[in-house]
């Protein structure tokens, strides 16, 4: 009997573990970063406006390939300050703190965040603004930014809604010159981990399986 209790604790540790295994950190997944800024600035999205100084929390909402969404909250996750449209942006040195650039804008006025670049990581979110504050941005610091034609009401819409750049001329250019685009050999990587995950539990399941019956032969030969 006590081959057979062993036995079943065995079957039934893997069974939990079987179970836990598609879990992972919530922060690896929303890249929630918790940020202080010392002077006011402005953020584009649903609920753009000029924030104050303070302490704010940024999370990733959504990030299918060609765009990521991401959202402001205040300190205490109680309330959402805009949810912004960004494209993935890379850099060539990773830090190990949070980076967040911004756009210079005209004397008295607050800085128009940028980018927003997680600790450890070399890719980013660059932030995307209305034609009308991207060309005023534009001609302020002498390069393209980022814009949507489109107005944007909710997440749907930042979901589907165009991306370009436009240049300080009011010229729109393409957006290659606004995100660094990696090395090939970097570029080839992240095209093989983003290929899509044909492997499953079910060989796991299997395996489970057998181990059952295994265990279902064990106490019938221990009980005869």
Same mark, same amino acid.
């Given at each position: 009997?006590?081959?057979?209790?062993?036995?079943?604790?065995?079957?039934?540790?893997?069974?939990?573990?079987?179970?836990?295994?598609?879990?992972?950190?919530?922060?690896?997944?929303?890249?929630?970063?918790i940020v202080t800024f010392s002077a006011p600035?402005?953020?584009?999205?649903?609920?753009?406006?000029?924030?104050?100084?303070?302490?704010?929390?940024?999370?990733?909402?959504?990030?299918?390939?060609?765009?990521?969404?991401?959202?402001?909250?205040?300190?205490?996750q109680d309330h959402i300050f805009t949810t912004?449209?960004?494209?993935?942006?890379?850099?060539?040195?990773?830090?190990?703190?949070?980076?967040?650039?911004?756009?210079?804008?005209?004397?008295?006025?607050?800085?128009?965040?940028?980018?927003?670049?997680?600790?450890?990581?070399?890719?980013?979110?660059?932030?995307?603004?209305?034609? /009308?504050?991207? $060309?005023?941005? &534009?001609? *302020?610091?002498?390069?393209?930014?980022?814009?949507?034609? %489109?107005? +944007? =009401?909710? /997440?749907?819409? $930042?979901?589907? &809604?165009? *991306?370009?750049?436009?240049?300080?001329?009011?010229?729109? %250019?393409? +957006? =290659?010159? /606004?995100?660094?685009?990696?090395?090939?050999?970097?570029?080839?990587?992240?095209?093989?981990?983003?290929l899509p995950q044909t492997a499953s539990y079910?060989?796991?399941?299997?395996?489970?399986?057998?181990?059952?019956?295994?265990?279902?032969?064990?106490?019938?030969?221990?009980?005869?």
């Amino acid at each position: 009997m006590k081959v057979v209790t062993k036995f079943l604790i065995i079957v039934c540790v893997f069974t939990v573990c079987l179970f836990l295994l598609p879990g992972a950190s919530a922060d690896e997944t929303n890249k929630m970063t918790i940020v202080t800024f010392s002077a006011p600035f402005e953020v584009p999205g649903v609920g753009a406006q000029v924030l104050p100084a303070g302490t704010y929390v940024f999370k990733l909402l959504d990030s299918p390939s060609d765009r990521h969404i991401v959202q402001i909250f205040n300190e205490k996750q109680d309330h959402i300050f805009t949810t912004i449209l960004a494209i993935p942006n890379y850099r060539y040195r990773a830090t190990n703190k949070t980076v967040i650039t911004f756009k210079e804008r005209a004397q008295g006025e607050p800085p128009a965040i940028r980018a927003w670049f997680y600790p450890g990581r070399q890719w980013g979110d660059e932030f995307v603004y209305p034609k /009308v504050k991207a $060309l005023e941005l &534009a001609k *302020i610091v002498n390069e393209p930014v980022l814009y949507t034609p %489109v107005e +944007v =009401a909710t /997440v749907e819409d $930042l979901r589907t &809604a165009p *991306i370009a750049a436009v240049n300080p001329t009011g010229e729109e %250019v393409p +957006v =290659a010159e /606004v995100v660094q685009a990696p090395p090939v050999e970097v570029a080839e990587v992240e095209a093989t981990k983003t290929l899509p995950q044909t492997a499953s539990y079910l060989p796991l399941l299997a395996c489970f399986g057998l181990l059952s019956l295994g265990a279902a032969g064990v106490m019938s030969k221990y009980s005869a």
